[in-house]
C-alpha cells in the first residue's frame, strides 16, 4: 500500500538526478567537516572512515566488546 502511494506520488530518480544528488551531498559534507574541524574531507579519508564504520549489528558489537577490552 505505502509503495503504491510512493510510486505514484514520488518519481524516482533517474542517473542524472542521483549524481548530481551525490555530488551535492558530498559537497555539503566537506563543508561540515570543515567547519567543525578546520580541514575539509579528503577523498582518501572519507574512504578510510566508511571501511572503518561498523556495517551490521554484528560489527558494531564486536567493536564494542574490543572497545570494552581496551578499558
Do not use: C, H, W
Not at 567537516?33 to 549489528?57: Q, T
Amino acid at each position: 500500500m505505502a509503495s503504491k502511494f510512493l510510486k505514484q506520488n514520488f518519481k524516482s530518480m533517474n542517473e542524472e538526478d542521483k549524481d548530481k544528488f551525490n555530488k551535492e551531498a558530498t559537497k555539503a559534507f566537506a563543508e561540515y567537516r570543515k567547519s567543525i574541524m578546520g580541514v575539509a574531507a579528503g577523498d582518501k579519508e572519507i574512504e578510510f572512515l566508511n571501511k572503518s564504520l561498523p556495517k551490521n549489528i554484528s560489527e558494531l558489537k564486536a567493536m564494542q566488546k574490543l572497545l570494552e577490552e581496551d578499558k
